[in-house]
């Protein structure tokens, strides 16, 4: 299995709701990643899980709050978020964060609309 | 730190011709190059890579790349392009030692004219 699936494909949401976008991986990688992804620009990447602990976070607003509840999974906890959070959400997974072993395998992304 | 240049916003190619899309990088060291194509509202799929060996690497869907250290250069290129390439192209770096992520150039959307 060499997929990055991720859930929901389309999610509508007003500022006051919670929702969660998830993501999963069955190849084994130790390192996973969320970006986010406005309209012509490349991905930003947002926060990075290397063995289930988390790594990197790049300065994100609180209202996102990562979540890698095992080697799999990783969750991305939404909540009274801005229009301007609206974008498409990437998930990748690579086999580690070291050099050599970060080529990224993507998910086909969660569209976002904040209203 | 390492950055990615992707001279060309857009690219306008008629089918069956031939493809360049350019890539510079700056880096101290010999980089881990990437090529990943983005069709629209899709996710990002890795066309190839370049970790070390022959300078010319082949991909997927008829791609090929060419790593030019002189240039630090790392340009795709496809000789003859269908209507389906038409997307956005992202050259990425990353480090060869240590912990690293990816670095992004802002990409290249290629057009495909009939």
């Known amino acids: 299995d060499t997929e990055v699936t991720q859930t929901p494909k389309h999610l509508v949401m007003g500022m006051t709701n919670k929702k969660s976008l998830k993501c999963e991986q069955h190849m084994g990688h130790r390192a996973m990643y969320w970006y986010k992804q406005k309209a012509k620009k490349p991905p930003e990447l947002m926060f990075v899980?290397?063995?289930?602990?988390?790594?990197i976070n790049e300065s994100v607003p609180s209202r996102f709050s990562p979540e890698c509840p095992n080697s799999s999974l990783l969750n991305l906890h939404l909540h009274a978020l801005q229009p301007e959070d609206s974008a498409l959400y990437l998930c990748a997974s690579s086999p580690s964060l070291a050099g050599g072993y970060n080529e990224q395998f993507f998910g086909p992304g969660t569209r976002l609309t904040v209203l | 730190a390492q950055s990615v240049t992707q001279p060309d916003i857009h690219i306008t190619v008629s089918e069956g011709a031939s493809l360049e899309l350019r890539c510079n990088y700056s880096?101290?060291?010999?980089?881990?190059l990437f090529w990943y194509v983005q069709s629209p509202g899709q996710g990002l799929q890795l066309l190839l890579k370049y970790f070390s060996g022959d300078t010319l690497v082949q991909g997927i869907k008829g791609f090929e790349a060419e790593f030019k250290r002189s240039q630090s250069s790392f340009n795709l290129r496809k000789p003859s392009v269908h209507w389906s390439d038409a997307a956005e192209y992202f050259c990425a770096v990353g480090l060869n030692s240590g912990y690293s992520t990816l670095t992004f150039g802002k990409g290249t959307m290629l057009l495909v004219s009939p």
């Open positions: 880096y101290g060291a010999t980089p881990y």
């Open positions: 899980y290397s063995y289930e602990k988390l790594s």
